[in-house]
């Protein structure tokens, strides 16, 4: 047997031995869906949170099974994790159709069974969709702005204490201000509700980045910038290859902290003044208390903040894959 068919052949099998480890725990992840399952289809809900139709419904169910045995199966050395919030999912799932879609044991007009909340991913798909494109453009316009101009000036204030001494301090005082706070003049001044939300975003998210930039060069290995002076570098090329290499790791943990406040910040600007995005959706139908599209859209935000911070997750764990912590990303979090 070559060296490569043993590599292969030992991980087949350390991947079934740590599956089989963790079997019981995983039996009960599949029984409570498939009881979750078997509940939906086999039992009628309450004639007060009827549903049309539970096919999309059911098909979530079955999705969930499908999405949790290819995470366990190809993502094996997290299965603890991977199990654990997938039994989190499932019992709440569980107990959504149980009390509320078969016995009723709240009031079903405000809270509506899971039948009856996923049947709108299926009626309104158009303009939820629309929704989606709507706010990620708008997220993704102020963040990204607010990236391309935080970091060059983060690492330049680091760098030159002049221009510390003045731009910490500002920052400092103005970071803490919430973004919303504008909101009422970006309104008045700027000519469309998209390019005041940009505004928004730009400004929640510019300052955590910045004081996450200052904060990283800060925090630069001094012995590693007096050997690049020797060298002679220019400034340019003392921050380029020096700085910021070296203030990358707290450079994403200010973006990170700049993203989360960017959702709040259009959630809550959507919710005030606009005509379409996932914000809009729910404060849309909350005025017509139509529960059933209010979770939905609430379901639906938090897939999409969960799809985009995974992706931002990705990036940080590639650029900073030389980190010994942030470039193991959670393998180092399961490791203590």
């Known amino acids: 047997m070559t060296s490569e068919n043993k590599f292969v052949s030992g991980t087949v099998t350390g991947r079934f031995s740590t599956i089989s480890k963790n079997s019981l725990r995983a039996g009960i992840v599949f029984a409570i869906l498939l009881a979750t399952l078997a509940l939906t289809v086999a039992l009628p809900d309450s004639p007060e949170q009827a549903a049309k139709d539970n096919s999309v419904f059911v098909a979530v169910i079955l999705l969930l099974m499908v999405i949790y045995w290819a995470k366990i199966y190809l993502n094996y050395e997290k299965i603890v994790t991977t199990t ?24 079903s007009f405000i809270f509506p069974g899971p039948a009856k909340v996923f049947m709108v991913f299926q009626t309104d798909t158009e303009q939820m969709a629309d929704g989606v494109i709507s706010s990620m453009g708008i997220l993704f316009a102020g963040y990204f702005l607010a990236l391309a101009l935080a970091i060059p ?32 003049y970006s309104i008045v001044l700027l000519p469309t509700f998209r390019a005041s939300s940009i505004f928004l975003i730009f400004i929640g998210a510019f300052w955590p980045i910045l004081v996450g930039c200052v904060n990283g060069v800060f925090s630069a290995d001094p012995r590693l910038i007096n050997s690049a002076r020797t060298l002679g570098l220019s400034d340019y090329q003392m921050i380029r290859k020096i700085l910021l290499p070296a203030a990358l790791p707290s450079i994403f943990s200010g973006a990170m902290i700049g993203l989360i406040l960017s959702f709040i910040t259009l959630t809550v600007a959507e919710m005030i003044a606009a005509t379409s995005g996932l914000g809009w959706y729910i404060q849309y139908y909350h ?17 999409v903040v969960i799809g985009v911070m995974n992706i931002f997750d990705r990036i940080q764990k590639h650029f900073l894959r030389w980190h010994p912590v942030h470039g193991q990303g959670e393998n180092s979090a399961s490791s203590h």
Do not use: C, H
């Open 287 to 303: 005025q017509f208390a139509n529960y059933d599209k209010v979770i939905a859209g609430m379901i639906l935000m938090i897939l």
């Open 153 to 184: 000036i983060g690492l330049y204030a680091g760098w030159k204490k002049r221009l510390f001494d003045v731009a910490y301090p500002i920052a400092k005082t103005v970071s803490p201000i919430p973004a919303t706070v504008y909101l009422p």
């Open 84 to 107: 654990d919030i997938f039994l989190i999912i499932s019992s709440g799932l569980f107990l959504w159709e149980l009390l509320l879609g078969k016995f009723a044991l709240l009031d």
